[in-house]
Each structure stands twice: as structure tokens, then as C-alpha cells.
């Protein structure tokens, strides 16, 4: 029997792995090299820092981490040890489009700007910047790309780079790994010269990791001038964030962008596959055998309506990015921020994929019938069609 040790935060870790061994649950942001002494498999989620330090001297064969990120992990050093590594590539990237989509809903309504009226420069075109592109797009809403190692590798000439993106778009969102050298390094991608040329009225969504944005050249911006509109999923520093730069957004969440059920149940699937690959072992578990945890199935529209405003209903019963917002508030009030911020993440609530809600429509319009196709719901026609 394997001796399994998982981070208390990733779920269905024993209806996954409960069969190939004993399963350990621990909290990851304090796992000690103490308590992998023993261990044949390590299970993580992001904050856990896997390194030498962590591994050197236990029997650890196999690490798995259920997130798309990757830069906790010192992945030479684990292929060095011959340790077996696997993530879970775009397990919740579509989660993270319907929080960005959620955000965009929020800024339009607010500014009462047309969704399709603004620019989207996407930074970062991987798993979730080429979903959220294929979105906007379906919902005509125009998309500029700047992926520098994709432009490299594919020889895209409609890709631009980050200063034109920065020109041209009305709202910019960040979608890069963290990556610290090499040619295309991100940490601090947006630096203060760039924060400085952001323009007034521009809409930053940062929802990659919070290394790539400089937390300090950010809140000097929005001291000096409050014209821009931000929403950080993620932060230089957490669980501490800073918590000026936390007062000076518009909204602020706890890095739950991906936090759906499905992208967080596809993640354990992906690492259990991967283990159950590297040691040999049957896959004996699958995804569709679990079925989520649902109480919004179904939301019927019994007759025409607007379609922006069918959009933003849908949107808004699936996952309103306001809700984390509040939530994070009341957190940091109750527990202060480092604890609210990790409690949160740890006690969120139920959040479904866009995907998994089913918008009947009784009336058969074309425009409406797109705006919900396009923004990622499910449709069931019923009843008349027109
Ligand atoms: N806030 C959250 O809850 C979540 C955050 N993430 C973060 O989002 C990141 C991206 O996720 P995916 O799209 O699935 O990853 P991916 O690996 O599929 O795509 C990343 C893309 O970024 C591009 N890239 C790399 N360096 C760049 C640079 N300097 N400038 C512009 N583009 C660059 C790559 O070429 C690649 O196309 C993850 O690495 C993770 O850190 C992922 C999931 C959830
Ligand atoms: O998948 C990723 O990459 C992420 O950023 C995760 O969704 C974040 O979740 P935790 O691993 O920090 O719980």
C-alpha cells in the first residue's frame, strides 16, 4: 500500500486515490519535509512550495499538483531525482474565462458601456487565453492577442506585443504563467513604466498570477490618479497581500478564478490519471462516475427577452464575481486578511462552470439564442419556436 500525502484542499482525494493506499491530508501551505519522510506520493495544490527543500531524503516518487500552474514546483529538479511529475494543463481553464466574463458583464453594467464596445487585449493566449478569445469573439466582441512564445513558435504575425496591446485595447487581461528568465520573462510583465501607460477609462483584469503585476507601481498609479478600472483575482505575496493595493480596486477576489467545482474535480481526474500512468495502475476511477454537487440546473425563459439582459440574468445566477468580492470582505473583516484570504479559498462555496447550466428557451430568437450559446451556456429549446 503507497502512503499518499494531499493537500486538505483538493477534492475527492478519496474516492480518487483511496483505493491505491493510505491517504494523509494536511493543510499545504505549512507541509514540512518531516512529514513526507515517509510518503510515495505528494499531492498538491499552489501553495505549496516542492522543491529540494521540501523533498531531498524521502521515498517521494510521484508529485502531482491539481492546478494549471506549475511555478511551485522546481520541475528540473524533480526530473533530475527521476520523481514522477504531473499537472492538470486547462483543468479549470473555462472557469477562469466565466470569472473574467463576469467581471466584463459587471464593468458594462456599470459604466453602461456596450459589452462589444470595448477592445479585450489578451495577454497570455494558452488554455484560458484562447478560450476566453473564442468567447468574446462568439459574442462580437473584438480581441487583440499578445503572446510573445506563441508568436515565436507559430510565426503569428496577428499577434502584437504588449505596448501595442496596451494602445489599442480597452480592457486588459492577464493570462501568463510566471515565468523568471528565459527569453519571455513574466514577473513583473506589467512593470511601472507600463502601468504608467495604461490609459485612462482601461480595464485591467489580472487573473494569472500576481508576481506578473508590480504591486507597488500599481497602487502609486491609482493614488495618483483613480482612472482605472481593476479586478486582481491574484497578488504579489499571498495569503499577506497588500492590503492598500486590496482598498484601491474595484474588485478584489482571493484567487478563486478557477475555483468551480468541475475545474477543481477535473484537476484531482488529471493527477490521478497521471499517477496511476506512472506507477503502472489500472485508472479505476473516472470523472463521469462523479457527478458534482448542483442546485441551479435550469433557468427557463418563458418568453422573448433582451438578450444582454438574459445574458447578465444567466451570468449572474451561475457566478457573479461580486459575490467572492463580498465574501473576501467579510473574511478579512472577521479574521484579518492572511487568514480570511486562505479561509476563504478553503471554506468556498458551491460554484458550477458556466457549461453546466441549462437556459430553456421558449422562444426560439436568434440573437438571444446566440448571446446564451456564445457566452458558454447550455441550451434546450422548448415549446414554440419562432
Ligand atoms: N486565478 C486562477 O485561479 C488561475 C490562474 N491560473 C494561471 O494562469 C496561467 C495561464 O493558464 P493557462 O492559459 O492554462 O496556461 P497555458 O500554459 O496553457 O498558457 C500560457 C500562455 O502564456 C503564454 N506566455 C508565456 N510567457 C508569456 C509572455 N511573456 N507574454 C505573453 N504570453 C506569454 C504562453 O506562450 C502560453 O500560450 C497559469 O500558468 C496559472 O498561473 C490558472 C488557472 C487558475
Ligand atoms: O490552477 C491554477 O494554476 C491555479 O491558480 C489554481 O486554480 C489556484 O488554486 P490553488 O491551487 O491555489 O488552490
Redesign the pocket.
Given at each position: 500500500m503507497m502512503r499518499i500525502v494531499a493537500d486538505e484542499n483538493i477534492p475527492l482525494i478519496d474516492e480518487f486515490f483511496g483505493d491505491h493506499g493510505e491517504v494523509i491530508r494536511l493543510p499545504g501551505r505549512s507541509m514540512t519535509r518531516d512529514q513526507l519522510l515517509d510518503a510515495d506520493v505528494l499531492l498538491v495544490r499552489s501553495v505549496t512550495r516542492v522543491d529540494a527543500t521540501l523533498l531531498a531524503g524521502t521515498r517521494v516518487k510521484f508529485v502531482g499538483t491539481a492546478?494549471?500552474?506549475v511555478?511551485h514546483v522546481d520541475v528540473d529538479w524533480l526530473h533530475e531525482q527521476g520523481i514522477g511529475f504531473a499537472s492538470a494543463?486547462?483543468s479549470?481553464?473555462e472557469s477562469?474565462v466565466d470569472y473574467v466574463l463576469s467581471g466584463l458583464l459587471l464593468m458594462s453594467e456599470q459604466d453602461g458601456e456596450a459589452l462589444t464596445g470595448r477592445t479585450v487585449g489578451i495577454?497570455?493566449?494558452?488554455?484560458?487565453?484562447s478560450r476566453l478569445q473564442a468567447r468574446l469573439e462568439a459574442l462580437d466582441i473584438p480581441c487583440l492577442i499578445?503572446?510573445?512564445?506563441?508568436a515565436d513558435a507559430e510565426e503569428r504575425e496577428d499577434f502584437v506585443d504588449?505596448d501595442t496591446l496596451i494602445e489599442r485595447t480597452d480592457v486588459l487581461c492577464l493570462?501568463?504563467?510566471?515565468?523568471r528568465d528565459g527569453a519571455?520573462?513574466?514577473h513583473h510583465?506589467l512593470d511601472e513604466r507600463r502601468i504608467a501607460a495604461l490609459r485612462s477609462g482601461q480595464i485591467l483584469i489580472s487573473?494569472?498570477?500576481g508576481e506578473c503585476v508590480d504591486t507597488g507601481a500599481l497602487c502609486r498609479r491609482l493614488e495618483a490618479h483613480r482612472d482605472l478600472r481593476v479586478i486582481l483575482?491574484?497578488w504579489e505575496g499571498e495569503p499577506t497581500i497588500d492590503e492598500a493595493l486590496y482598498r484601491l480596486v474595484d474588485i478584489a477576489t482571493p484567487?478563486?478564478?478557477?475555483?468551480s467545482v468541475d475545474g477543481k474535480m477535473a484537476g484531482t481526474d488529471m493527477i490521478h490519471q497521471a499517477m496511476s500512468r506512472h506507477f503502472g495502475l489500472p485508472v479505476r476511477k473516472r470523472l463521469g462516475q462523479l457527478k458534482p454537487e448542483s442546485w441551479l440546473r435550469r433557468i427557463t425563459l418563458t418568453g422573448w427577452a433582451p438578450p444582454l439582459e438574459a445574458l447578465m440574468l444567466c451570468a449572474r445566477a451561475c457566478y457573479d464575481i461580486r459575490r467572492d468580492a463580498m465574501l473576501l470582505e467579510r473574511y478579512r473583516r472577521h479574521y484579518g486578511m492572511a487568514e480570511g484570504f486562505d479561509r476563504m479559498r478553503r471554506e468556498y462555496p458551491l460554484r458550477r462552470e458556466f457549461s453546466t447550466l441549462r437556459v430553456s428557451l421558449k422562444h426560439n430568437a436568434g440573437e438571444l439564442r446566440d448571446i446564451i450559446v456564445s457566452a458558454g451556456f447550455s441550451l434546450r429549446l422548448a415549446g414554440k419556436q419562432g
Open positions: 492546478t494549471i500552474g511555478d494543463p486547462g479549470n481553464a477562469v495577454v497570455g493566449a494558452g488554455n484560458v487565453g499578445c503572446d510573445p512564445p506563441r504588449l493570462h501568463t504563467p510566471l515565468v519571455h520573462p513574466t510583465l487573473a494569472g498570477r483575482d491574484v484567487h478563486v478564478a478557477g475555483y
